[in-house]
T-cell receptor, first 119, second 112 residues
Framework: AQTVTQSQPEMSVQEAETVTLSCTYDTSENNYYLFWYKQPPSRQMILVIRQEAYKQQNATENRFSVNFQKAAKSFSLKISDSQLGDTAMYFCAFMNSNAGGTSYGKLTFGQGTILTVHP | DADVTQTPRNRITKTGKRIMLECSQTKGHDRMYWYRQDPGLGLRLIYYSFDVKDINKGEISDGYSVSRQAQAKFSLSLESAIPNQTALYFC???????????FGSGTRLTVV
């Protein structure tokens, strides 16, 4: 079974600065997807960024980028130029992409990191 | 209208009561899921369905049941609610698995 660990329960950052959220995972699979979801106080789950494990290039979406280290099973999220609207809970998640496996198609989440952006 | 609609948004119920949480989606996807969120534990899978005739238990299915009434509808029932089922419940749907899930806005359930 896969596990996802977010070791930082809470983080804070000043507006306009850069912050990195950590995520590690454990799997025996070779093909999978990784995701970061944002949950603002409205509690809606919003997809921030996704990474395909077979791609070496790190995914980027505007101010959000990842550092994907497959050998180390690490998937950190970097937020540049932090904004007040980035204040939220952030979840790292894993999905096995191998059809036939018991975990196929299911998202496994980490515990979450609460990020607070201060003005 | 939202792609995934959950009702009710908030609910307070008493121990021992039966309660149903409803979910409908307009994405046209076959796969639907129910998760619960607890502080410090993230989201954990309760049940999932890959099509109308395919329903499977997740990691924490005890005390819950589900019904997939149609491709678009997937409801979660608590047969006899207990206080440790107090949580935020999410319904989600997915198409191409590589693009993650679309979530509903959640149901905050409190069992007193």
């Amino acid at each position: 079974a896969q596990t996802v660990t977010q070791s930082q329960p809470e983080m804070s950052v000043q507006e306009a600065e850069t912050v990195t959220l950590s995520c590690t995972y454990d799997t025996s699979e070779n093909n999978y997807y990784l995701f970061w979801y944002k949950q603002p106080p409205s509690r809606q789950m919003i997809l921030v960024i996704r990474q395909e494990a077979y791609k070496q290039q790190n995914a980027t979406e505007n101010r959000f980028s990842v550092n994907f280290q497959k050998a180390a099973k690490s998937f950190s999220l970097k937020i540049s130029d932090s904004q007040l609207g980035d204040t939220a809970m952030y979840f790292c998640a894993f999905m096995n992409s191998n059809a036939g496996g018991t975990s196929y198609g299911k998202l496994t989440f980490g515990q979450g990191t609460i990020l607070t952006v201060h003005p | 209208d939202a792609d995934v609609t959950q009702t009710p948004r908030n609910r307070i119920t008493k121990t021992g009561k039966r309660i149903m949480l409803e979910c409908s989606q307009t994405k046209g996807h076959d796969r639907m899921y129910w998760y619960r969120q607890d502080p410090g534990l993230g989201l954990r899978l309760i049940y999932y369905s890959f099509d109308v005739k395919d329903i499977n238990k997740g990691e924490i299915s005890d005390g819950y049941s589900v019904s997939r009434q149609a491709q678009a509808k997937f409801s979660l029932s608590l047969e006899s609610a207990i206080p440790n089922q107090t949580a935020l419940y999410f319904c989600a749907t997915s198409g191409d698995r590589g693009y993650g899930y679309t979530f509903g806005s959640g149901t905050r359930l409190t069992v007193v």
